[in-house]
């Protein structure tokens, strides 16, 4: 008897007939399929349970004044950046006068993230991100985000786009204590 195994229904990956959990994006795999991720171990061994404490990885000190401070999970050093306006995340494009953290030395074709994958803008109460169309998805915490919505996050909420995971720090800014 031949029984074909599960398909996912976000990444059309073939998993085993008894999975309960898509062994290539970390979406269930049920019978009434939702758009959460399952908080488990993907193939690629990160894990994709929100960081208990994110401080460890990044140095709160020197994330800049209206910037971030961004680790990638399995990465040696994370990234700190001052966000003017906003910054697209992913893979170089011909586009020069976008401002974009290039994740390609991070293998991040291969972790399926796209050339304009993500962008994180900043708001007057902190930052927000928005998925560009991007081809494996984009997800805030465990929540595949809709394409081209804004979604506002916490200062050390985890990001994930395609298999590739970050974790996003950033001073609040309280309203009134701008600098002019």
Known sequence: ???????????????AYTALVCSNCGAMLEENPTRKVAITENTSGQSSAPAENVESF??????????VGIYVAGAFKPYYLHIYKELII????DAALESILDLTDLDAANMGVSRRHAMIRRTDSGFEVVDLSSRNGTWLNAERLVPNKSYP??????????????FVIYRTVLKGTKKN
Request: hydrophobic share 35%; net charge positive.
């Open 90 to 93: 992913g893979r170089p494009t």
């Open 58 to 67: 990044i140095d709160v000190a020197l994330i800049p004044e209206e910037g």
């Open 153 to 166: 996050f916490a200062s050390g909420s985890q990001l994930r786009l395609g298999r590739l995971r970050l």
């Open 1 to 15: 008897m031949n029984i074909s195994g599960k398909i996912c229904h976000i990444c059309n990956n073939e998993n």
